[in-house]
T-cell receptor
């Protein structure tokens, strides 16, 4: 069945460091792909998305490119800030239905000043 | 535009009891999905409601049930609570049309503790 695998955390970086969080997926067809972020004590917020192969989603300095050849959707940011400390989830929809999502296990990011 | 709101924010129940969680969908959305997020895990899909009917269900037992109302708000009911039901319950709303579904927007969640 469809699935999402993320790199395990926690990831600890210094401010202004480069961030990569790996995400690979198994799916039928070419679904949309999402990154969600969860700040401490809060629900999930949609960070960015890509709807087809080779699309690049971007938001708040974060980027992710939909790579069908490697079935990956890695999240990157060139210079992280303390305020980026959160848990990041990669997700794909069941049968390309946006409301029904399969999530990875999450990667906790901690950014130190 | 109002976002997704959930109530209550926190809840403590005793094993064997029943609980009802509530969700108001984002303005303009007609579909509500519920997720369970155990500590340190990713959210797990429970079920989705569209047009007041269940529209897909994850791997959860029948004691997890729901409703959707004409205004698109929704309830999640859990009977015979077990300790393992302790989790953050997330509601997400989206818009379903003939073209498919939009991305989901989440509420802040209800933290349920079963003792």
């Amino acid at each position: 069945g469809d699935s999402v695998t993320q790199m395990e955390g926690p990831v600890t970086l210094s401010e202004e460091a480069f961030l990569t969080i790996n995400c690979t997926y198994t799916a039928t067809g070419y679904p949309s792909l999402f990154w969600y972020v969860q700040y401490p004590g809060e629900g999930l917020q949609l960070l960015l998305k890509a709807t087809k192969a080779d699309d690049k989603g971007s938001n708040k300095g974060f980027e992710a490119t939909y790579r069908k050849e490697t079935t990956s959707f890695h999240l990157e940011k060139g210079s992280v800030q303390v305020s980026d400390s959160a848990v990041y989830f990669c997700a794909l929809p069941f049968y390309n239905q946006g409301g029904k999502l399969i999530f990875g296990q999450g990667t906790e990011l901690s950014v130190k000043p | 535009e109002t976002g997704v709101t959930q109530s209550p924010t926190h809840l403590i129940k005793t094993r064997g009891q029943q609980v009802t969680l509530r969700c108001s969908s984002q303005s303009g959305h007609n579909t509500v999905s519920w997720y369970q997020q155990a500590l340190g895990q990713g959210p797990q899909f429970i079920f989705q409601y569209y047009r007041e009917e269940e529209n897909g269900r994850g791997n959860f037992p029948p004691r997890f049930s729901g409703l959707q109302f004409p205004n698109y708000s929704s309830e999640l009911n859990v009977n015979a609570l077990e300790l393992d039901d302790s989790a953050l319950y997330l509601c997400a709303s989206s818009l379903t049309s003939g073209a498919g579904s939009t991305e989901a927007f989440f509420g802040q969640g209800t933290r349920l503790t079963v003792v």
